[in-house]
């Protein structure tokens, strides 16, 4: 079963929904890790699936779910970020509890982050929504967001906008080299996030501190690999089958 729970009754209307599951150039988690430090943000519940991994996440001493859920009433914001890669036979189900959450949330909007590999990186930031009019108003705001006129959205933003029908889903794409980690696309994506949301962050911090923002969210998915692969290792038999 795969379900999001909060730790305790929140009211949760009008709040907007950022989904930033690791992915192409990491971009979704480095927006994460600096927004919910810089804001504050506060811990609400999580996200979790038999699909996942066993894993805890262990941040500050204190153990926590792997897929976790924060929020920051001021801004009405809300992050959704975890320690490990979705699998892509896995977004369908994931993809349906978000929206499904949202849904009876209320929640106003959902953003998803994701990389969009490309030769050549600008400060550019890509966008389509399944109601056009917030990317226009967008567009208006910051002149280095572009609308995806044609094109493909892969993964979990891809999912998300074309099966969303009680709710607005925007995909917000950030223009990354497949590999290389960069906290500036962070700063791209944090720059257009900053268009829809009523956010206030000192990107001047994330020039000051972005090597450790890039080493720490490099530590957490290779810590959370690792321990995925060593449990998988420990499952596999390690003398003959009785049934050969």
Avoid: C, W
Wanted: proline content about 5%.
């Amino acid at each position: 079963m795969t379900q999001i729970t909060l730790f305790k009754k929140e009211n949760l209307e009008k709040y907007t929904l950022v989904e930033a599951f690791p992915g192409i150039g990491l971009v979704g988690p480095m927006v994460a890790s600096y927004i919910v430090e810089k804001l504050k943000m506060e811990y609400i519940g999580y996200l979790d699936s038999a699909l996942f991994p066993p894993l805890a996440a262990v941040h500050n001493g204190i153990p926590m779910y792997p897929a976790r859920l924060y929020k920051d009433e001021k801004s009405k914001l809300l992050v959704l970020t975890s320690e490990f890669t979705i699998e892509m036979e896995d977004i369908k189900e994931i993809g349906d509890v978000i929206l499904d959450f949202a849904k009876k949330n209320n929640i106003q909007k959902v953003i998803s982050i994701s990389g969009l590999p490309s030769e050549s990186i600008t400060n550019t930031a890509y966008m389509v929504s399944n109601r056009k009019n917030t990317v226009e108003e967008a567009m208006k705001k910051l002149n280095t967001i572009k609308e995806i006129e044609d094109g493909i959205v892969a993964g979990m933003g891809g999912y998300l906008i074309t099966h969303a029908n009680d709710v607005e889903v925007i995909a917000l794409l950030v223009e990354v080299n497949p590999l290389i980690t960069d906290p500036r696309y962070a700063e791209t994506a944090i720059k257009a996030l900053s268009s829809i949301v009523n956010i206030k962050i000192s990107l001047d911090e994330l020039e000051r501190e972005a090597k450790l923002v890039e080493s720490k969210v490099k530590k957490m998915l290779k810590d959370a690999k690792d321990a995925h692969q060593h449990y998988n290792r420990l499952q596999e038999p390690t003398g003959p089958s009785p049934y050969a």
